[in-house]
Protein backbone atom coordinates (compact mmCIF):
# COMPACT_ATOMS: atom_id res chain seq x y z
CA UNK A 1 0.00 0.00 0.00
CA UNK A 2 0.96 3.43 -0.38
CA UNK A 3 -0.29 7.16 0.31
CA UNK A 4 0.33 10.07 -0.39
CA UNK A 5 0.03 13.43 1.47
CA UNK A 6 -0.57 16.94 0.33
CA UNK A 7 0.39 19.92 2.57
CA UNK A 8 0.48 23.57 2.07
CA UNK A 9 -2.90 24.49 0.46
CA UNK A 10 -4.96 27.75 1.93
CA UNK A 11 -6.10 31.09 0.81
CA UNK A 12 -3.57 33.81 -0.57
CA UNK A 13 -4.32 37.14 -1.96
CA UNK A 14 -4.27 37.92 -5.88
CA UNK A 15 -0.54 38.10 -6.97
CA UNK A 16 0.87 36.12 -3.25
CA UNK A 17 2.17 32.73 -3.27
CA UNK A 18 1.58 29.43 -1.94
CA UNK A 19 4.08 26.16 -1.79
CA UNK A 20 2.39 22.90 -2.03
CA UNK A 21 4.18 19.42 -1.08
CA UNK A 22 3.20 15.80 -1.59
CA UNK A 23 5.12 13.05 0.32
CA UNK A 24 5.04 9.43 -0.87
CA UNK A 25 5.19 6.45 1.37
CA UNK A 26 4.61 2.95 1.94
CA UNK A 27 5.32 -0.17 -0.13
CA UNK A 28 7.30 1.97 -2.85
CA UNK A 29 10.57 0.48 -4.91
CA UNK A 30 10.55 3.51 -7.57
CA UNK A 31 9.26 5.96 -8.43
CA UNK A 32 8.10 7.55 -11.81
CA UNK A 33 6.66 10.87 -12.86
CA UNK A 34 4.91 12.81 -10.40
CA UNK A 35 3.02 15.67 -10.89
CA UNK A 36 0.26 18.14 -9.77
CA UNK A 37 -3.25 17.94 -11.02
CA UNK A 38 -6.72 20.68 -10.46
CA UNK A 39 -9.97 19.94 -10.60
CA UNK A 40 -12.34 22.59 -10.45
CA UNK A 41 -16.70 21.56 -9.52
CA UNK A 42 -18.12 20.44 -12.62
CA UNK A 43 -14.80 20.10 -15.04
CA UNK A 44 -12.38 17.43 -15.93
CA UNK A 45 -9.61 17.26 -13.71
CA UNK A 46 -6.18 18.93 -16.09
CA UNK A 47 -2.62 18.69 -15.79
CA UNK A 48 -0.74 21.56 -13.78
CA UNK A 49 2.47 20.13 -13.85
CA UNK A 50 4.40 16.84 -14.09
CA UNK A 51 8.14 15.95 -13.53
CA UNK A 52 10.23 13.02 -14.01
CA UNK A 53 12.51 10.66 -11.58
CA UNK A 54 15.29 12.50 -13.84
CA UNK A 55 13.85 15.87 -13.29
CA UNK A 56 12.44 16.76 -16.86
CA UNK A 57 9.58 19.25 -16.43
CA UNK A 58 5.86 20.53 -18.46
CA UNK A 59 3.19 22.77 -17.64
CA UNK A 60 0.31 23.64 -18.62
CA UNK A 61 0.14 27.04 -20.41
CA UNK A 62 -2.03 28.20 -17.84
CA UNK A 63 0.37 28.23 -15.44
CA UNK A 64 4.09 28.66 -17.40
CA UNK A 65 6.31 30.81 -15.75
CA UNK A 66 4.21 31.01 -12.47
CA UNK A 67 4.70 27.80 -11.02
CA UNK A 68 7.51 25.53 -10.48
CA UNK A 69 7.38 21.89 -9.95
CA UNK A 70 10.11 19.83 -8.10
CA UNK A 71 11.09 16.98 -6.43
CA UNK A 72 13.44 15.53 -3.64
CA UNK A 73 14.01 11.35 -4.43
CA UNK A 74 15.31 11.04 -1.46
CA UNK A 75 12.41 11.96 0.59
CA UNK A 76 10.07 10.31 -1.90
CA UNK A 77 8.57 14.40 -2.32
CA UNK A 78 7.53 16.56 -5.08
CA UNK A 79 6.34 19.87 -4.37
CA UNK A 80 4.61 23.07 -6.56
CA UNK A 81 6.07 26.18 -5.69
CA UNK A 82 2.86 28.98 -6.97
CA UNK A 83 3.62 32.65 -7.25
CA UNK A 84 1.66 35.55 -9.03
CA UNK A 85 -1.47 33.30 -8.42
CA UNK A 86 -4.65 34.07 -9.58
CA UNK A 87 -8.32 33.95 -8.83
CA UNK A 88 -8.75 31.64 -11.53
CA UNK A 89 -6.19 29.37 -10.44
CA UNK A 90 -8.75 28.86 -7.56
CA UNK A 91 -9.63 24.98 -7.05
CA UNK A 92 -8.59 21.43 -5.59
CA UNK A 93 -4.91 20.44 -6.20
CA UNK A 94 -3.90 16.68 -5.73
CA UNK A 95 -0.65 15.58 -6.76
CA UNK A 96 -0.20 11.73 -8.43
CA UNK A 97 2.43 9.45 -8.51
CA UNK A 98 3.36 6.25 -10.40
CA UNK A 99 4.87 3.66 -8.18
CA UNK A 100 6.73 0.71 -8.71
CA UNK A 101 5.80 -1.05 -5.40
CA UNK A 102 7.96 -3.90 -3.98
CA UNK A 103 5.69 -6.28 -5.13
CA UNK A 104 6.99 -5.01 -9.12
CA UNK A 105 4.11 -3.98 -9.95
CA UNK A 106 3.01 -0.44 -11.39
CA UNK A 107 0.22 1.55 -10.18
CA UNK A 108 -1.31 5.46 -9.92
CA UNK A 109 -1.09 7.16 -7.02
CA UNK A 110 -3.45 9.83 -6.03
CA UNK A 111 -3.14 12.26 -3.24
CA UNK A 112 -6.22 13.09 -0.97
CA UNK A 113 -6.54 16.68 -2.22
CA UNK A 114 -5.62 20.42 -1.23
CA UNK A 115 -7.52 23.41 -1.77
CA UNK A 116 -6.00 26.38 -3.10
CA UNK A 117 -8.07 29.87 -2.92
CA UNK A 118 -7.06 33.06 -4.38
CA UNK A 119 -9.24 35.93 -3.39
CA UNK A 120 -8.89 39.36 -2.25
Known amino acids: QVQLVESGGGLVQPGGSLSLSCAASGSIFRIDTMGWYRQAPGKQRELVARITSGGSTNYADSVKGRFTISRDNAKNTVYLQMNSLKPEDTTVYYC??????????????WGQGTQVTVSS
Open 96 to 109: KARVQTTGWAWYDY
